[in-house]
């Protein structure tokens, strides 16, 4: 299955209507586009089922800085583009850890840097 990360600074205006895509904003002028994500085989780890990224996943470099603004969210998505799809997962980023790309930067998340598990 492939599914489009939304990954971007961005707020959740409603945290009890993570169900639809329309309920957040995503940094403008930043040059982003949701891209697909390649999934590799499940595995189990430590008695959780755990899922990697099987490849890199490139947003490109960042267009315009965002000033003081920084990527402290990422979701996952069911749909390129637009604010129908649904939120399959959403995640914060830890404190300290957040990104702030600079104009040029580019953004990108290695093959199995984005793991997610299920207890």
């Known amino acids: 299955m492939l599914l489009a990360p939304a990954a971007g600074a961005f707020t959740i205006d409603d945290t009890t209507s993570l169900a639809t895509a329309a309920t957040y904003e995503v940094a403008s002028n930043t ?7 390649s999934w590799a085989a499940p595995t189990v780890v430590s008695g959780a089922g ?3 990224n099987s490849a ?3 947003f ?6 965002q000033g ?5 969210q ?3 998505v069911d749909a ?5 799809g649904k939120v399959l997962a959403w995640f ?3 404190s300290g850890s957040e990104l702030q790309p600079v104009t040029g930067q580019p953004v990108r998340i290695p093959a199995a840097g984005l793991t997610i598990s299920l207890d």
Do not use: M
């Not at 490109?60 to 800085?65: A, R, T």
């Open 31 to 37: 040059g982003y586009t949701r891209k697909a994500i």
């Open 50 to 52: 755990t899922i990697s």
């Open 56 to 58: 890199q996943v490139d």
């Open 60 to 65: 490109g470099n960042w267009l315009v800085d």
């Open 68 to 72: 003081t603004n920084k990527i402290s």
């Open 74 to 76: 990422i979701a996952i």
């Open 80 to 84: 390129a583009s637009g604010t129908t």
């Open 92 to 94: 914060v980023i830890a």
